[in-house]
């Protein structure tokens, strides 16, 4: 994969709250497979695991809502499913995913079909919290690889603020096979304006995505000079050295979690098109197995992973869904960045 650039998607939410829901998860998830040429059995999975996963979040979960999109990096497209709920949760995630047990009435049966016919396949549940489950699909039958093949994995959640029909923020990963690049900016406010203003700040990453993080922050802030302003961070993961490179300008948010412990990263006060003052570019330490988190303002900044047990283990989808559900702001919209580098 190197050199190429996963785009930001910006996923259809179906909520689900009747039966008839379940219904428009299902076409909303042929629909995007379709479009990116999926064969007609992959297609027909895809189906599948969208009944099951809108089944259970409405009979189990009592209602919720899965986040369907579409991971491009112009190669091999995977199709992502994330069902979301705040119900009773598992007690037992592995009877669940027991072949024989199912949920009822749909086309498989139940979870352990939704993992059989998944290229990628995690589940977190605590009982009485809610259950998130993460499906990707690849288009070809192959396993999904993440932004720079075996070596780190990311999931990645944006969301439109309810009402709106553009997303104000947007991210992107760069993959150059020994290292990473990562993008998260912010448009200020919310609607059309604020989407112009994250897609021209994303449009000089892709340009450029392995200049230096501070390079790039004034790159983007002459670029958005007498248009609606943003604020961004810029993030280059080195592999090879266990290192982050990090600069930001305005409230992004960035932290390295470890199992044990946390680091904040260090943003600059200010907002890239207006007055601002060049930022510094600070680097991490970034070992084996800890999580880079970077996320916008419509996710609260108070978390701490040790609160939810397991959580930090798990992909890198299943964190950013679980901190978009619990820590997703109403007024605004929302990003959630996570990245793991791998042993």
Known sequence: MSGRIVAGATPVRVGIAAASDVG?????ARRLAEGYMFDADEVGKICIVATELATNVLR????GEVLVQMLDDGANPQLEMLAIDRGR??????????????????????????????????VFSVPER??????????GGT????????????????????????????????????????????????????????????????????????????????????????????AQLHLEEARVDYAGVGNIHGSIVGRESSRGLVSHHGTLGFTWARPRQFAYDWPAGDLLIMHSDGLSSRWNLAH????????PALIAAVLYRDLGRARDDATVVVVRRRA
Do not use: N
């Not at 428009?24 to 909303?28: L, P």
């Not at 939810?308 to 992909?315: E, K, P, T």
């Open 130 to 139: 809610g259950t998130v489950v993460l499906s990707r699909i690849s288009r």
């Open 60 to 63: 189990h979960g009592g209602g």
């Open 143 to 234: 396993r999904a690889s993440s932004a720079a093949g075996e070596r780190v994995e990311f999931g990645a959640v944006c969301v439109t603020l309810a009402g709106e029909i553009e997303c104000g923020d947007t991210w992107r990963i760069a993959d150059a096979g020994d290292r990473c690049a990562l993008l998260v900016a912010d448009g200020l406010g919310h609607g059309a304006l604020a989407a112009t203003a994250a897609r021209d700040s994303a449009l000089t990453f892709a340009a450029r995505p392995f200049d230096a993080p501070a390079e790039l922050l004034a790159a983007m802030h002459e670029r958005l000079l007498g248009k609606r302003g943003a604020v961004a961070a810029c």
């Open 24 to 28: 428009e998860c299902r076409r909303t």
């Open 89 to 122: 949760g598992m007690r037992d995630v592995a009877l669940c995913l027991r072949d024989g047990y199912s949920t009822g009435g749909t086309l498989g049966t139940g979870l352990g079909a939704v993992a059989r016919l998944s290229s990628l396949f995690d």
């Open 308 to 315: 939810l047990r397991g959580l930090h283990a798990l992909h």
